[in-house]
Each structure stands twice: as C-alpha cells, then as structure tokens.
C-alpha cells in the first residue's frame, strides 16, 4: 500500500521537482545547454577536470552564471513562432495550450489571443433567383510557442 501511495504523490508532483539539480561538465566537452531556474545558458568546459555546477536555487545558478570560473557561459536565444487558428460555429481555443506547442518541439506557451469577426457567405437558395446571404462568425487563435537555443 506504501509502494502505491509513493508512486501515486511522485505522479501528482508538479514537473519542477524533476529538474536537475547539478549538471557535471568533462574538459573539453562539448556545450551543454542548461534551463534551470527560468535561466538558460549554454555552458562548456575548455579546461582541464571535470567540473560540477549546481542549480538546485535560482541563487546557486546565478552565481555560477555571474562567475562561471573558467567555463565559457553563453545566453541562449529566444525563439517564438506564432501559429493561427481559425474556426467557424464557436470559438474554440483547444490549441491554445503548452502542449500544443511543446508537441511542436518548443518549451511552453507564451502568449495566445483569439478575435472574432462576421464574414457574410452567400449562396444560391433552392430556387431562388438571387443569392441567400447568412452571416458567419469565425474565431481566429493566435498561438506564440516559445523555446531557447
């Protein structure tokens, strides 16, 4: 009953207890990127030894990240792209979620925002020697996912 109880808390914990606390870098290894904390950098070791950060705190990271001591630091990059949406009959912003943009490769979701407008759509009636016009309401979703490289 212990055993079911411990795998069903570490299910529930929220995916921040998961992330690294220390990241161990070889001599002459190649750049590691490291996302901890809210703050990306990508770090090597030019040197000589193995050498061990931590990034359990945002103050352990940010002290290492203000004086790397011999390793090569370096900002990584904000990339976003925006995706559009759009539907007709009800708005519906089912993609406007971090799993949608992390099933596109990305971290999360950075922003979304949804507009309406009316276009009217004419037909020809059954019969009817002129055209039938009804408006439609489309819902448009903007989705901007965001990842660092």
């Known amino acids: 009953m212990r055993a079911l109880l411990a795998v069903i808390a570490a299910l529930l914990l929220p995916a ?15 750049v590691t990127t490291v996302n901890e904390q809210g703050l990306c950098r990508h770090v ?3 040197g000589a030894g193995t050498r061990w950060i931590s990034t359990a705190t945002l103050g352990e990271w940010q002290s290492f990240v ?14 976003t792209n925006t995706y559009t949406f759009s539907y007709t009959g009800g708005y519906n912003d089912s993609n406007a979620t971090n799993a949608f943009c992390i ?7 950075q922003t979304y925002t ?6 009217q759509s004419c037909v020809n009636g059954g019969g009817d020697t002129g055209p039938v016009c009804t408006d439609v309401t489309y819902y448009d979703t903007k989705v901007t996912c965001y990842r660092y490289v």
């Open 16 to 30: 921040s207890v998961w992330a690294a606390t220390a990241y161990t870098f070889a001599s002459g290894g190649a």
């Open 44 to 46: 090597n070791n030019p």
């Open 66 to 79: 203000n004086n790397p001591n011999g390793l090569t630091v370096a900002a990584c990059t904000l990339q």
């Open 103 to 109: 099933g596109k490769g990305y971290q999360g979701m």
């Open 114 to 119: 949804h507009s309406t407008h009316v276009q």
